[in-house]
C-alpha cells in the first residue's frame, strides 16, 4: 500500500509557488539580454539627451516636465514586452500547457509576470530619479517622490493587461513586432517625447484616446505641471484596464481548449 | 502477462466523448479505461486521435461531449492534476533557465515532489543541473521534459510519443526508465506509433484509428486477433492460380519465389502440394505486430467505406 498522504497543501505552499514562480521569471529575464537592456537603456538614455542635455542651460523645468513623461515611457516597456510577448512565446513553445497540465495555479503565473513588470518599472523610475536629481536639477518634496514612484510603478498595471490581450492571440515573433508597433507610436502620440502643446490641435486630441497620454498626465499633475483632471484620467485607465482583461479572457478561454 | 501491480481500478477514463474541430472529428465517441499500475499504450498513424485522446484527458483540450474524468475529477482540478505528470509533444523550454531550476519549478507544483537528485537521476540529467535548457542537445530537452513529468512523483504519467527522435540507445534507456516506473507501481499512458515500443512496453494495447478505439488488448491477444502468416516457397504454380486457392488472403511474386498471406497455412500449403509436388524452399513465418497494426487499420478502414 502507498502510505496515506499526511501532508496537506496549505497557504503556505501556495505563498512557495507564487514566489517561485516570481524568482524564476526575473532570473529569465535577466539573463535574456534582449529584454533587460533596452528596457533599462532606453529611456534613460532619452532622459538624459532630451531631458538633460538639450534642455538649455540645464533647465530644471523641462528636467522635472521630462522625468513624468520619460518616466512613463520607460514603465511601459516592461509590462506590454513582459506580457505580450513572453505569454506569446511560452504559448507557442508548449510552456503553458506544460504549466496547466502541472498543477500550477494560473494566477501565480499572472502574479510573477505582474510582479515582474513592477520590479523593473521600479528600477526604470530609480535610475530617472537619480539622473534628474543629480544632473538635472530636479527637486522634488518627498511625499511627492513617493507618489511619482508609487504612482509609475502602479502604472503599468494597464500595460500588463494590453500586453495579456496581446499576448495570448498572437504568435511570438507577430508579438514582438506588434507591440512595438503600440508602444513607439503611442508614446509619441501621448506627448511622452515631445510635449503635446507643440502638437497640432487634432493630434493633441488624438492623445485622449491613448492609455499612455492619460499615465503621463496623472504623473505631470503630481510635479505640479498642469496635469487636468486627476479622476477623469484614473477613471480612462480603469476601463481600459477591464477592457483588455475582458479580450485577454475571452483568449485566455481559447486557449484553454487546443 | 499478467502483472501483480495491475488492479482493475478504473483511475481515468473517457465516457462517450467526442472531439470536433470545426468540421473535423479528431475523436469520435471514445471509450477508455486507464487502470491503476498498468502501462497502457495508444496506438495507431498520426493523425488517428492519440494526442487529442490524451489532451482530453489532460484537460487541455475540453470535450464536444462526453464526459472524461481524472481520479475521480474533472481533469481540471488541480486535486486531480497534483496526481498526474505529463510530457507533451513539442514543448520545449528556449530560455536562459537552468535545467535545475526548472525542475525545481516544477517540483514545487506537487504535494511531495521527489528530491532533485532523484528526479535527476531517473531522467539522466545529474551531469547537466547547472545547463540551460537552450543549451541542450534534442534527446536532453526530451530528458528534461520527462523529468518535469516524474518530479512529483505522480501516480498517473502521460508520455505523449515519448521517444519520438531519440537514436536506439536513448530510446533502449527510456525504455528501462518506464519499465522502472511500473515496477514503483506508477500507471503510465503512452502514446506511440512504434509498434515494437507497445509490444515492449505496454500491459495492455488500444489501437486507435480516426478517432476511434479499433482493437484493445494485450500485445498478444492484438497480435492473435489478426493472425496471419507468410508462406514463402519456390513453386511452379502461378501467382495467379494460388489466389484463387481458399483461405489466401494476398499472393506476391518474389523474383523466383511466391509470398503468399493467409490466416492458416496449413490448409494452404495441403492444397498447394496437391498441385504441385516439387514445391520447395519453404518457409512459413508469422506476422509481427507491425503487420497485425497495418492490418486492424486497412480492415477497419474498409469496414468504413462499405
Keep these: ?258 | 502477462m499478467p502483472d501483480k501491480h495491475v488492479t482493475r481500478t478504473t483511475i481515468a477514463a473517457l465516457k462517450g466523448v467526442s472531439k470536433c474541430y470545426g468540421q473535423v472529428t479528431a475523436v469520435d465517441c471514445m471509450n477508455l479505461e486507464i487502470r491503476r499500475g498498468e502501462v497502457l499504450a495508444l496506438l495507431g498513424p498520426n493523425g488517428a486521435g492519440k494526442t487529442t485522446s490524451v489532451n482530453l484527458l489532460l484537460g487541455l483540450a475540453w470535450p464536444t461531449s462526453g464526459a472524461v474524468e481524472l481520479f475521480g475529477l474533472p481533469p481540471r482540478k488541480v486535486a486531480a492534476r497534483r496526481r498526474i505528470g505529463a510530457m507533451l509533444q513539442d514543448a520545449q523550454f528556449g530560455g536562459h533557465a537552468r535545467v535545475g531550476e526548472i525542475i525545481a519549478l516544477y517540483s514545487g507544483y506537487y504535494l511531495k515532489p521527489l528530491a532533485l537528485a532523484e528526479t535527476l537521476r531517473l531522467a539522466g540529467l545529474e551531469d547537466l543541473e547547472g545547463r540551460p535548457a537552450v543549451k541542450l542537445s534534442g534527446g536532453q530537452k526530451q530528458r528534461l521534459m520527462f523529468a518535469l513529468a516524474v518530479c512529483g512523483d505522480p501516480e498517473l504519467l502521460f508520455l505523449d510519443e515519448p521517444t519520438v527522435g531519440l537514436d536506439v540507445e536513448s530510446r533502449r534507456a527510456f525504455w528501462n526508465s518506464i519499465r522502472a516506473l511500473k515496477q514503483a507501481g506508477r500507471s503510465i499512458v503512452l502514446t506511440t506509433h512504434y509498434l515494437e515500443e507497445a509490444d515492449a512496453l505496454a500491459d495492455r494495447i488500444v489501437v486507435i484509428g480516426r478517432g476511434r478505439v479499433i482493437a484493445a488488448g494485450t500485445p498478444a491477444e492484438i497480435k492473435q486477433s489478426v493472425a496471419r502468416r507468410h508462406i514463402r516457397c519456390i513453386t511452379r504454380l502461378k501467382a495467379a492460380q494460388v489466389c484463387m486457392l481458399p483461405g489466401v488472403s494476398g499472393v506476391l511474386q518474389d523474383g523466383a519465389r511466391l509470398d503468399i498471406v493467409a490466416a492458416r497455412p496449413e490448409s494452404v500449403l495441403f492444397e498447394m502440394l496437391k498441385l504441385d509436388p516439387a514445391l520447395h524452399d519453404l518457409e512459413v513465418t508469422g506476422a509481427r505486430l507491425e503487420e497485425a497494426f497495418l492490418a486492424l487499420t486497412n480492415n477497419h478502414r474498409e469496414e468504413q467505406a462499405a
Design chain 1, 1 to 258: 500500500m502507498n502510505t496515506v498522504a499526511v501532508k496537506h497543501w496549505i497557504w503556505r505552499d501556495t505563498l512557495g509557488v507564487y514566489l517561485r514562480e516570481a524568482g524564476f521569471q526575473f532570473w529569465g529575464l535577466v539573463r535574456m539580454p534582449g529584454f533587460a537592456l533596452p528596457t533599462l537603456l532606453f529611456p534613460t538614455m532619452f532622459y538624459v539627451f532630451f531631458g538633460l542635455v538639450f534642455a538649455k542651460g540645464g533647465d530644471r523645468q523641462v528636467a522635472t516636465y521630462m522625468l513624468a513623461t520619460y518616466g512613463t515611457f520607460g514603465i511601459m516597456a516592461p509590462a506590454l514586452f513582459g506580457f505580450g510577448v513572453g505569454v506569446a512565446m511560452e504559448r507557442e513553445h508548449g510552456i503553458l500547457a506544460l504549466k496547466r497540465v502541472a498543477p500550477m495555479p494560473p494566477m501565480a503565473y499572472l502574479f510573477a509576470k505582474a510582479a515582474m513588470a513592477m520590479l523593473f518599472a521600479l528600477i526604470i523610475v530609480l535610475l530617472l530619479f537619480v539622473l534628474g536629481a543629480a544632473f538635472g536639477g530636479v527637486a522634488l518634496p518627498r511625499s511627492e517622490w513617493w507618489l511619482l514612484a508609487v504612482t509609475l510603478v502602479a502604472g503599468t498595471l494597464p500595460f500588463c493587461a494590453l500586453g495579456l490581450a496581446v499576448g495570448v492571440r498572437v504568435g511570438g515573433q507577430a508579438s514582438a513586432a506588434l507591440i512595438n508597433l503600440i508602444y513607439l507610436p503611442m508614446s509619441f502620440l501621448s506627448g511622452l517625447w515631445v510635449p503635446l502643446q507643440f502638437f497640432p490641435h487634432w493630434l493633441q486630441e488624438l492623445a485622449k484616446v491613448f492609455p499612455a497620454y492619460h499615465l503621463g498626465q496623472i504623473a505631470l499633475g503630481i510635479v505640479h505641471q498642469d496635469g487636468g483632471d486627476f479622476l477623469a484620467h484614473l477613471i480612462y485607465l480603469l476601463i481600459f484596464t477591464a477592457v483588455c482583461l475582458g479580450f485577454a479572457q475571452h483568449g485566455w478561454r481559447r486557449i484553454q481548449d487546443r
